[in-house]
């Protein structure tokens, strides 16, 4: 019976490994064409259960067995990416509908396949027509997109997973600054963007000119640019925390600005003062749950083998890494704009504070986001404002700087995280790490065969990831309006990401002769 068992897990972790990672070596439309293929096929010339040959093992599957196991992989693989499968319409729809006539066909002369057949039904009806459920949640809203529009009505709901068929409003700016608000699927070509554009500029009084050959480019805060090809799909969610669009003629790259507002600063003092470190705390913990519990598990593979055979895009674990390097950069602003040295040191402690509070609730992505932040070369340098700190803050922060070093790959952050147990918000951007690594050190292939070593490998991180999240989070649901107002405040983050102007800021508050 223990062998039994055995063998049946390890069936179980075999078919888990091929599931979550089929997508590296194997197109999506190429596997539901296998399962066609296999289920189709006749063993052994299509003999019956019990109809054995001479010499041949008993141990063999009969057909109806095989036909079975072949479902049971279909199964299997629309269990794991049904959220994914059901955004694209007939493109993947069709494979459990296919399937299902090529079953309702087999059914006379295999009748234990009924309750297979049953079951493909409801799958071909679950990606076909949702329940009324599903169509409720997933209305078709026009989302502002993340970070590029102000609307503390959108901010204040639960964070609900971006999918490539998501409407978005999104603002295309154009050299002189104007700019032109376009209506996108998440997943458009930059192609179809560019025509957007376009289209509106020739409406536009501001642009009596026709528009020629567009193009469009990514522009920093601290004036990086980077121009998409025509063919580039869904880069909305790549754009960094305080980067835009700008669509412009070739000859006009090289006169391309960021906006005023993102290459000056404003001294002044923080909200953060008339907050608790608690409740800001509690809102950073519940968000990053939200934003983490919408990426697809799938979503870590794609991103990085960025799927030279993938066609999922991981559209919300971009979402997730982006709010890591804008809390870093919170904590930084927040600090820098701040004049006065005894609401800077305040603000200090508030942050070590929040950073220990978030490691208490096992967020792991704000704790490290925030003592990164406070490790900001343009805030580590601020001496009078770090000698003010009380003795027993400025030990508490070593001992977070500690978890955050990275020596002996990460010993201390590992040691942490193995302690705990689920729910609990990884830092993502390490996940990625140790995924990459072990990517460019491990060959997919060997000749023409499928590394599968490798695969189980990259499976049972995937598989760390799905503990993590085992269990639910705890959500506070209190609406009164100082409660409201950190929320907002939270997941609407004012935020300088230029590091020039960054140490600019610094030097002013503390010039280097102090």
Known sequence: MCAAVVFSLTAETLLDDFMLTHPIFLTADRLQQVLLQQFTLEAGGGRREGER??????AEMSAAERKQAVLNMAFRYLDTYRELLQE??????????????????????????????????????????????EKESRKKQVRPLFRHFRRI????????????????????????????TIRSRLSCRVGEILALVKEKLQYSEDQPVLPGNLILVAVTSAGEKAVFRPSDEAVFTTLGVNTHLFACEPSELDSLLPLPEEIHWTPGD???????????????????????????????ICYVFHGEQSRWRPLNLELVLQRCSEVQHWVATEILQCQSLPKRIQLLRKFIKIAALCKQQQDLLSFLAVVLGLDNPAVSRLRLTWEGLPGKFRK??????????????????????????????????????????????????????????KMHKVA??????????????????????????????????????NQNLLFDMSCKLEPKDT
Not at 53 to 58: K, L, P, T, V, Y
Not at 109 to 114: A, R, S, T
């Open 53 to 58: 040959r001479d010499g041949e093992s008993e």
């Open 88 to 133: 694209e319409g007939e493109r993947s729809n069709s494979f459990p509908k296919e399937l299902y006539m090529c079953a309702i066909q087999e059914l006379t002369q295999y009748p234990e396949l009924v309750e297979d057949v049953l079951k493909l039904q409801r799958w071909t009806e679950i990606l076909h027509c949702p329940s009324n459920e």
């Open 153 to 180: 009505d959108a901010c204040l709901q639960p964070r609900e997973a971006f999918r490539g068929s998501d409407e978005i409003f999104c603002r295309v700016y154009t050299p002189d600054h104007s700019y032109v």
């Open 270 to 300: 923080s909200k953060l003062h008339d907050m608790s470190a608690e409740e800001v705390a509690n809102q950073l913990v519940v968000f990053d749950w939200e934003l983490f519990s919408c990426v697809h598990e799938v979503e870590f």
């Open 396 to 453: 508490q922060f070593q001992q977070f700087e500690s978890i955050a070093d990275p020596s002996r790959n990460h010993k201390s952050y590992r040691d942490l995280i193995t302690s705990l147990r689920p729910p609990l918000i990884p830092f993502t951007p390490l996940l990625l790490k140790d995924l990459t690594f072990l990517h460019e050190s491990c060959k997919t292939f060997h000749g023409e065969l499928v590394n599968f070593e």
């Open 460 to 497: 049972e991180m995937v598989r760390t990831i799905r503990r993590y999240r085992s269990s639910q989070l705890a959500i506070d649901t209190e609406t009164s309006p100082s409660h409201l107002q950190t929320k907002a405040y939270v997941r609407q983050l004012q935020v300088i990401d």
